[in-house]
């Protein structure tokens, strides 16, 4: 049997309509649309093949109304947190990137150049919210005592061998924070973020051992009958 492994499941909220019209949400509470709740009721079928122990959501209304659709049919207990906020987009929540880029020209050449420690005007970095999201996930996910000594989890899996799998914990939550804690938990440079195509209602899963994360799915969305 091997050392004890967590399973994240990361969804990303269902579609809103600031989604469909290329606007930048950041922190907005804005609502999901009707092709939203459809998708977040899709993502609910795929989760009926994952079991889940802890959930969590962002206290938005668009993760928390995905989560709450997904799980409606799942005796699972489902919890808000701050902490897994989309990231603060300041003064550009509500623009598109052309009209960013015309109204703050200077920093929207400072994010495209380093999104890992550039502002967006009155926001927050890549970093910062790097910094919040494995926080939260360590706060939530800490592994029993004795899981901290070296395994080789590539080992059991190579060998079809069973892992001591000791709870799936479900975060619903938005794009650049299913992205960037994917850089943080698979030791990719934060900057990177962009590489991980993570749609609406997608669903991400890592095997996650006190050593480092197994990337299993990421940005699945073959749930989605509109795919």
Do not use: C
Request: net charge negative.
């Amino acid at each position: 049997m091997g050392e004890a492994m967590i399973r994240l499941l990361l969804a990303r909220h269902g579609v809103t309509e600031w989604n469909q019209a290329g606007r930048y949400q950041g922190q907005q509470d804005i609502p999901l649309a009707d092709l939203g709740r459809l998708q977040a009721k899709q993502l609910g079928q795929r989760l009926q093949f994952e079991s889940i122990d802890l959930a969590y959501s962002s206290d938005l209304a668009r993760a928390w109304e995905t989560a709450s659709l997904a799980l409606a049919d799942r005796n699972v207990s489902l919890e808000r947190s701050e902490q897994l906020r989309e990231m603060s987009f300041g003064d550009w929540e509500g623009l598109r990137h052309d009209e960013i880029a015309e109204q703050f020209p200077t920093d929207w050449q400072a994010w495209i150049k380093d999104p890992a420690l550039a502002h967006p005007t009155a926001g927050e970095s890549l970093t910062d919210l790097r910094g919040r999201l494995t926080a939260f996930f360590e706060s939530v996910a800490a592994f029993p005592p004795g899981d901290s000594e070296l395994t080789n989890p590539f080992a059991y899996r190579a060998a079809g061998q069973d892992v001591n799998q000791s709870r799936t914990i479900l975060f619903v939550t938005h794009g650049g924070p299913v992205r960037v804690l994917l850089t943080a938990l698979l030791d990719i440079p934060t900057e990177r973020y962009w590489r991980f195509g993570v749609r609406p209602a997608s669903l991400t899963i890592l095997d996650v051992y006190p050593e480092g994360a197994i990337a299993e799915v990421i940005g699945e969305t073959s749930h989605l009958a509109d795919e």
